[in-house]
């Protein structure tokens, strides 16, 4: 009987690991408002360009944590490693029960409903299709991971060259007007005030990031980690950020800003704006369609990082022990992988899931954000030499701390009810820890 998880990834699938974790709705969603709000080119380059950067710091660090510890479970073990296992249970508590089933629905009813532009579906049937998705990449996962691999390869590849498609035939057909750029740097009229747009824009930009820390809760199943999960961090952003300025300049290039709708809300009738100038009267449909793909690799992604948490977990005792079962015939966590299906598709099911996410947003940050700052405890409790050390340290964490802390700023500004709510519910979870699990902790050590 397997008892441990195979390393089975390359570099190749790293990547697309990271490109389709990151690269999903949020790039049909947020350039439109992020380019209304700003009013000006330069600073919507700007803003991806900072985003890009702090996330490309984040990443650096990520990939020393996974460096000194290359096992399943991603920022649950650096958190368990750097402020104990009470901790890291309240970041495994929280993804487990709210984050991980909720953003997974979320993918599969964007998927679903996006689908419905194309083929018009009923309120039952989008519910349908959305969890039959959910299950079937469960299943595929469940099968082995180097199947479920080869299944985001695919989607990567697919989303990638469909965006970049967007581009060249954008610019290349000459159907846009290039008088949208104009002005380039002051903002135009009707623009909000720019510190607002800067703030606003920044929390738009840092959620499309959002998403290349899944990687490492593979790191137990990497080939040769400690070379491959920081190239593949690293490649992986620097290919986010480019395509996401080129879509963006390339949807601005073809829809006035005039014409963009004035709230996130509206992201299928920009779609199907931009759908038009593209392709015509079909167009919306066939932009549904690219949109479709690109959640469907986000969703692939997902389910195959998110339950090594739940594994990492049960194997440490603060989880149910079963579900750190290894299937002995496909090597992979079957019942973690199960259970998050089954509850991602509850919650499609009950449709109402949007409203209790966003009260997480917040002590979700936070935990990043504890979890690039344990790269200081654990330099300090060893200075032994790794294969792979953090470039600019200590520039490189305090940098991303710092706009990470502007994130939590502008959260818990924007709406501190919901922040601190989300931070309650996590809470609630420390008397979850010391009547059930404290004590199996304790023995164990």
Not at 164 to 191: C, H, K, Y
Request: charged share 10%.
């Amino acid at each position: 009987t397997q008892v441990e998880l195979k390393r089975q990834l390359g570099l190749s699938s790293a990547i697309a690991l990271v490109i389709s974790g990151v690269i999903g709705l949020g790039i049909f969603i947020y350039p439109a408002g992020m380019a209304k709000s700003l009013g000006s080119p330069l600073w919507l380059l700007i803003v991806w360009g900072v985003m890009g950067l702090a996330a490309l710091c984040g990443a650096l660090c990520y990939g020393e944590l996974a460096t000194r510890f290359p096992e399943a479970g991603g920022g649950y073990v650096y958190l368990r490693e750097a402020y104990g296992p009470r901790i890291a249970f309240l970041y495994g508590w929280m993804l487990l029960l709210v984050l991980d089933p909720g953003l997974t629905a979320t993918l599969a009813v964007g998927l679903a409903s996006y689908s419905s532009f194309i083929v018009g579906l009923s309120p039952l049937a989008m519910k349908i299709l959305g969890i039959g998705t959910i299950l079937v990449l469960a299943g595929v996962n469940i099968l082995g991971l180097r199947l479920g691999a080869r299944v985001m390869l695919l989607l990567t590849l697919l989303k990638v060259g469909l965006l970049l498609f967007i581009v060249f035939w954008g610019f290349g057909s000459g159907i846009g007007d290039w008088n949208n750029f104009t002005p380039f740097v002051a903002q135009r009229p009707g623009s909000d005030a720019l510190f607002a747009a800067l703030a606003g824009a920044s929390v738009a930009g840092f959620f499309s990031f959002a998403g290349w820390w899944d990687l490492t809760k593979l790191a137990g199943e990497v080939r040769s980690p400690a070379k491959n999960l920081p190239r593949a961090l690293i490649l992986g952003l620097l290919i986010i950020t480019v395509v996401y300025i080129l879509t963006s300049a390339a949807f601005l290039y073809l829809v006035p800003l005039e014409s963009v709708p004035a709230d996130e809300k509206s992201a299928q009738t920009f779609a199907a704006q931009v759908g038009l100038a593209l392709f015509g009267q079909t167009g919306g449909q066939i932009f549904s369609s690219i949109v479709v793909i690109s959640a469907l690799g986000s969703l692939a992604a997902y389910i195959m990082a998110a339950p090594r948490v739940y594994y990492a977990m049960a194997r440490d005792g603060l989880f149910i022990k079963q579900i750190a079962a290894i299937h002995p015939r496909f090597g992979t966590p079957a019942r973690a992988i199960a259970l998050q299906a089954l509850l991602a598709s509850l919650l499609v099911a009950v449709g109402t899931f949007d409203a209790i996410i966003a009260y997480f947003f917040f002590v979700t940050v936070l935990f990043i954000a504890l979890t690039v700052a344990a790269i200081f405890v654990l330099r300090r409790r060893s200075r032994d030499n790794e294969a792979y050390r953090t470039p600019g340290y200590p520039l490189t964490p305090l940098f991303f701390l710092l706009i990470i802390g502007a994130m939590l700023f502008l959260l818990a500004s924007n709406n501190p009810k919901q922040a601190f709510l989300g931070v309650g519910v996590v809470v609630l979870g420390v008397p979850v820890y010391h009547l059930l699990f404290r004590e199996k902790v304790i023995s164990s050590q």
